[in-house]
């Protein structure tokens, strides 16, 4: 081969390699010169002198960008932004973001860029903005999020998307993601969502109540504690009387005539015909006493633990027959016995 013939093909690998580096897409926008007045809306608030410095950064980045060195330009771009949003930087920043591979984060910065119509950039690049636009927008999916739950907070693959009740739709990269609802006293819900370019993929995330389940209605076991403790004061009463009637029936004996040789019921009944009823009474008395802190203690202990297996739980909720759980103390009295019957439905 000849050196001239072989200076042509390096030279045209040369440019081969030079086309390739070039950028995919459009090219960027020129430094906005008046950029409109200073009503104009991505003017408003913003002095001459941060506008300034904003088109030194947009210029380094459109340098950059020629090189090609997208992510330095588009890190330029975005410093431009945050001093001056103007729709020009927007669309620089989504050029080369789609260079980048970036398609989504592209496709909002050109919905910034087209935001206040052609003015700003003028009618060329606005045609090529939105052409831009309907080309990103081919690659990525679209998710369509809803979920009726109160203060339910709805994420895409770990990033918060909206509070519920509501629904929200997003564009997202083609690909799988995870869709997450979750709330305070609520099962979480999760579901994993595969979206193909240029499609719509549609998700439901109602939630279920989580509950603090009881077995029983809070007052029930209560109530059991209550009634054995009021069993139990009865039977400190009847105690009490049964001491009275002790202690005078002691009194009266005593002034028996027979009290000193030994008394039979005839010799009593003979000396004193209402001695021996309060007797009577008072070992009764005594007996509904023992009977009521046996039945009150024993009532009480069934509260304490009914009060505990009553501790609330959480768990999903579900239609429930009230009808169907209950608790029935009914009281037992008898001539020697004072009780009381619990029974419990669950």
């Keep these: 081969m000849k050196p001239t013939n072989l200076w042509i093909v390096i030279g045209v690998i040369a440019c081969g390699l030079m086309a390739g580096g070039t950028p995919l897409h459009a090219q960027p926008a020129d430094v906005p010169s008046a950029a409109g007045s200073d009503d104009m809306p991505w003017n408003r608030g ?32 975005g410093e431009a932004l945050s ?15 789609m260079n980048l591979g970036q398609d989504l984060e592209a496709r909002d910065s050109l919905e910034q860029a087209l935001e206040h119509g052609a003015e700003p950039l003028g009618p060329d690049r606005f045609k090529e903005a939105q052409k831009q636009l309907l080309e990103v927008q081919r690659h990525l999916g679209r998710i369509r999020v809803s979920c009726p739950t109160p203060r339910a907070e709805i994420t895409l693959d770990g990033v918060p998307l909206f509070i519920g009740p509501g629904n929200r ?9 995870e869709v ?10 999760s579901r994993r969502v595969t979206v193909g370019a240029g499609t719509l993929k549609s998700v439901d995330l109602p939630l279920r109540k989580l509950i603090q389940d009881r077995p029983w209605s809070a ?36 002034k028996l005539p027979c009290a ?21 009474r008072a070992r009764l008395e005594q007996r509904i006493a023992v009977g009521g802190y046996i039945a009150g203690g024993a009532a009480v202990a ?37 009780g009381v019957l619990v029974t419990v439905s669950h």
């Design 180 to 189: 997450a609802a979750k709330a305070s006293d609520y099962v979480t819900q």
């Design 83 to 97: 001093k001056w949003k103007h729709p020009a930087f927007y669309f620089n920043l989504a050029i080369a973001q």
């Design 46 to 77: 913003v002095a001459t002198e941060r506008r300034a410095e904003a088109r030194e950064l947009f210029l380094e980045g459109n340098r950059l960008f020629k090189i090609p060195l997208f992510a330095r330009a588009a890190d330029k771009y």
């Design 260 to 280: 000193t040789s030994g008394c039979t019921e005839q010799a009593i009944d003979a000396a004193s015909p209402h001695l021996s009823s309060r007797l009577t």
């Design 219 to 254: 007052w029930k076991p209560w109530a059991v504690v209550g009634g054995g403790v009021a069993i139990a004061a009865a039977g400190g009463v009847s105690q009490s009387l049964s001491s009275r009637n002790f202690k005078a029936y002691d009194a009266a004996f005593v």
């Design 169 to 177: 739709e997003v564009w997202v990269k083609a690909q799988a993601h």
């Design 302 to 338: 069934a509260g304490v633990v009914l009060v505990f297996l009553n501790r609330p739980h959480l768990t999903e909720q579900e239609d429930a027959n009230p009808n169907t759980t209950g608790i029935a103390v009914t009281p037992a009295v008898s001539a020697d016995m004072l």
